[in-house]
């Protein structure tokens, strides 16, 4: 019989959480752009491809060791997770092969900017895990303390913000321009989640401290990391997205909607003072993602 609580945790734990908000902040990035939305398969090949990836530190030989919830959760249901991931490796083929297959006439008049948008995420994505070849594993980004957040951060901007609207005009066989109003949500979702990302590190204080894996929180303190780090940043990013919403001449009510997101962010990263459990950070945390597409979304669907 599942325990209580199952449910949620595999929901957490497993990743499908994360790709769950890929999706959602996908959406509404092509709304805020106003870019029509791409077919399901596109969807599909996001959600799965995001859980793959994720999942893929806790199933690496060497990663799991049990000092965690999650890494005992994982110990627990070593045949499910493996089972989910040949099931979503060959969604994320099939889907794929699909969606190259409705683009493959246009590829060929893909603009050497556009490939190097397509390129430059996932490898970035890669170089965070590392090469898997001798000599070059301790090189990964990953063990980059300082520089980690921020790269999580361009990776799922990226993958949110440009990936959506740079296959629909692939797939249309319009030229995608770069414009200002891109690059500034670009900048707000990367700021976004990198802050979510320093938040999490506070989580992992310990760990890295032993590590001497130089995160914000172990450099500078917990205090500093929320005071002087996070909440400037999340300023950054509100300061963003207000740029651009008067470009965009959004009314007053998609404006106030779209700073709830923000004004949470300040309100969990001062909760952090205290102790939190992992489902805390898995949930309230990277919860914030879900809350900031739903209220993008909203805001550019409904108020008008």
Known sequence: MQQP????????????????????????????????????????????????????????PGDEGLHNKRSVWYAKNRTLVYTSQIFLTIVAAITGALLLKDIWYNIPHVLPAEWFLLAVFPVVALLYYGI??????????RNTGWLKPFIIGFVWGGTVTVYPILFWFISTGTP???TLVGILLLVKNIMFISVLCIMFDIKDYAADHNLHLQTFVVRVGLRKTIFVIIIPLSAIGLGTFILFAVLRHFPVGRILINTV??????????????RKSILYYLA?????????????????????
């Open 132 to 141: 898997n070849y001798p000599g070059f594993t301790r090189y990964n980004l």
């Open 284 to 304: 309230i945390i990277d919860g914030l993602m879900l809350v900031k597409a739903i209220c993008g979304i909203i805001g550019i669907s409904i108020i008008k």
């Open 5 to 60: 609580g199952g449910f949620i945790k595999g929901l957490f734990f497993g990743n499908y959480f994360y790709g769950t908000c890929a999706i959602m902040l996908s959406i509404e990035a092509a709304l805020q752009q106003y870019v029509a939305l791409n077919p399901v398969i596109y969807y599909i090949f996001l959600f799965a491809a995001t859980v793959l990836y994720y999942t893929k530190a806790y199933i690496t």
């Open 261 to 274: 997101p923000f004004v949470l962010l300040i309100i969990v990263a001062y909760s952090l003072h205290r």
């Open 176 to 178: 995608y321009h770069i």
